[in-house]
């Protein structure tokens, strides 16, 4: 079984339309990430929850709007997506000892 | 926040060690050292981490100098599949708010 899976793998939408990405883990961590990775491959975090509780938030356009409906699953909600939004997003989880398990990614084209 | 520094890129040879440095001279007391690579287009996978002493995995051994200023990641027998980018990133807060820097392309050629 995956241990962190994503969906969709690819997303291509026009710009201005509003699309979610979905992540869940199965490893029972109580911490999940999202991240960004742009054209020049710099991998950036953007959000954490911690037992479905915001404990990060950087600079990221409030467009962006994640979602924890449980502590296994965390989502991302992207509204009037833009061209800059074009990147891999990825999910990870955590449990105490920090160490990160990734997801395979989602990559985004917006035209 | 603690930076760190790598070699853009590096080559090895198919069944030789490879020797990954990284300098954070800026590290404080409480921070870890993580190791963590990305084979093209995949998700960042995680290799090790440690805080002073010498950590060694199945995958890798971390080698961490005395005054925690710089450490090396060794790969002990480089295969094919090892080659990817590697990340060396100290851990900001207990959070695991990682910064993930531009990292070393490590090819392995046969």
């Known amino acids: 079984d995956t241990a962190v899976s994503q969906t969709p793998k690819y997303l291509v939408t026009q710009m201005g339309n509003d699309k979610s990405i979905k992540c869940e883990q199965n490893?029972?961590?109580?911490?999940m990430y999202w991240y960004k990775q742009d054209s020049k491959k710099f991998l950036k975090i953007m959000f954490s929850y911690n037992n479905k509780e915001l404990i990060i938030n950087e600079t990221v356009p409030n467009r962006f709007s994640p979602k924890s409906p449980d502590k296994a699953h965390l989502n991302l909600h992207i509204n009037s997506l833009e061209l800059g939004d074009s990147a891999v997003y990825f999910c990870a989880s955590s449990q105490a000892n920090n160490e990160q398990f990734f997801g395979p990614g989602t990559r985004l084209t917006v035209l | 926040d603690a930076k760190t520094t790598q070699p853009t890129s590096m080559d090895c040879a198919e069944g030789r060690a490879a020797n990954l440095p990284c300098n954070h001279s800026t590290i404080s007391g409480n921070e870890y050292v993580y190791w963590y690579r990305q084979i093209h287009s995949q998700g960042p996978q995680y290799i090790i981490h440690?805080?002073?002493n010498n950590e060694t995995n199945e995958m890798a051994s971390l080698i961490i100098t005395e005054d925690r200023k710089s450490s090396t990641l060794i790969l002990p027998h480089a295969t094919l599949r090892d080659t990817a980018v590697y990340y060396c990133?100290?851990?900001?807060?207990?959070?695991?708010?990682?910064?993930f820097g531009a990292g070393t392309q490590v090819v392995v050629t046969p």
């Open positions: 440690g805080l002073k």
């Open positions: 990133i100290v851990l900001t807060d207990s959070w695991g708010k990682f910064q």
């Open positions: 490893l029972g961590h109580d911490t």
